[in-house]
């Protein structure tokens, strides 16, 4: 870089200078970030009952009983077999 190119490079460096927010532009700045956060956390919080009542409903509506659980299949019999059933060893 030749000396006109620094120079130009330190001019244009030179009017970024820094310019601080006034007062009365933190003030806003900071309000807003704080109504942000809490409009944030309301949301978490209705989110989270919501899912907590959604969870209630659910265990709520599901069958109380584990009886329902079991399939829908004959009773085996308990008692002696019938007379015309003769149990065979030999296979025919």
Known sequence: MDHFEREL?????????????????????????RDRRRVRSAQKAVGS?????????????????????????PLPLTGRPSPDVTPTLSPT
């Not at 490079?9 to 700045?29: V, W, Y």
């Not at 899912?51 to 329902?68: K, M, N, R």
Request: hydrophobic share 40%; charged share 25%; no cysteine.
């Open 49 to 73: 009952v919501l899912a907590v009542a959604g969870l209630g409903a659910g265990l709520f509506l599901l069958p109380h009983t584990p009886d329902s659980d079991r399939p829908q299949a």
């Open 9 to 33: 490079a330190r001019m244009m460096r030179d009017a970024e200078e820094h310019t601080p927010f006034d007062p009365a532009q933190r003030n806003r700045l900071r309000t807003g970030i």
